[in-house]
């Protein structure tokens, strides 16, 4: 990810809708995970700038870990004290470590060039029954500008996501893409920057007006409350797996 992506990430995560609702969809698929009230132990691997990693601490004791410095440093201001700088292909805990492992963009990355190796300290730092979250991009022709910014090696379908996880052991108990009200235009954006002439664009994760970004809120929050119920979506941005061990 370029330097300041992280910096744009820092500032607005914790306000803008994209963030926002993607914590609402987490939220209504970890339901199943905490529904005996137990207080988990909980790694974020990738936690970029500490958005997600506070979120989680409603859930139990929660650990972040990067590679990147620069993310650490403003993952510092909101979870000090539970950080650990390291690389999900070869994590830096004991075996059986955690009762759940979250992963929210992250295997995509360039920088991770083994999945298989990623996926198997993911098991091997599991407790028993461990579970796994993980979301990633979806669909390799949507690449997008945004994606370059991101440094994107790789955008997956559910089908991949779902051989991905079973190869390495894992059953899968709720497969969705997300972000699919939205699809349409989203999709429509991206594509036309292939056609239009190039300019400079500013961070796709800017923070947009305070009315706009309520609006665009709300379909996601439409997405979450259906998921919370079993649902599942056809296509849509991302892509979004609950398993266990």
């Known amino acids: 990810m370029e330097k300041n992506e992280y910096t744009t990430m820092a500032a607005v995560e914790l ?19 905490v529904a005996d009230g137990r207080h988990l132990r909980i790694l974020d691997a990738g936690c970029g700038t500490g958005g997600d990693a506070l979120f989680l601490q409603r859930y139990g004791t929660v650990v972040g870990l990067d590679l990147a410095t620069e993310a650490l440093a403003l993952a510092q201001q909101r979870i000090p004290g539970y950080l650990v700088r390291g690389s999900v292909v070869q994590l ?17 990355h360039r920088a991770v060039i083994d999945e298989q190796q990623a996926l198997a300290e993911v098991r091997r ?15 390799e022709w949507l690449r997008s500008q945004h994606d370059r910014q991101v440094h994107t090696r790789h955008r997956y379908t559910a089908g991949e996501v779902r051989r991905l996880l079973e190869t390495n052991g894992f059953v899968i108990e709720h497969l969705t893409y997300a972000l699919t009200i939205l699809f349409p235009l989203s999709a429509t954006v991206r ?18 007006s305070r009315p706009v970004n309520a609006l665009l ?21 991302s892509v979004v797996c609950l398993a266990r061990l």
């Open 125 to 139: 730092v599991l407790r028993r029954d461990g579970w796994l979250l993980i979301r990633l991009p979806a669909y």
């Open 92 to 108: 830096p805990f004991a075996d059986q470590s955690f009762d759940l492992v979250t992963s929210f963009d992250v295997l995509y």
């Open 191 to 208: 594509l036309l920057e292939r056609v239009l002439p190039a300019q400079k664009q500013e961070s796709a994760m800017a923070l947009p």
């Open 15 to 33: 306000q803008h809708w994209w963030y926002g609702g993607m914590r609402a969809i987490n939220a209504a698929l970890l339901k199943r995970v």
């Open 217 to 237: 809120r709300l379909p996601m929050m439409a997405e979450a409350a259906y998921l919370a119920r079993g649902g599942h979506l056809p296509f849509g941005l």
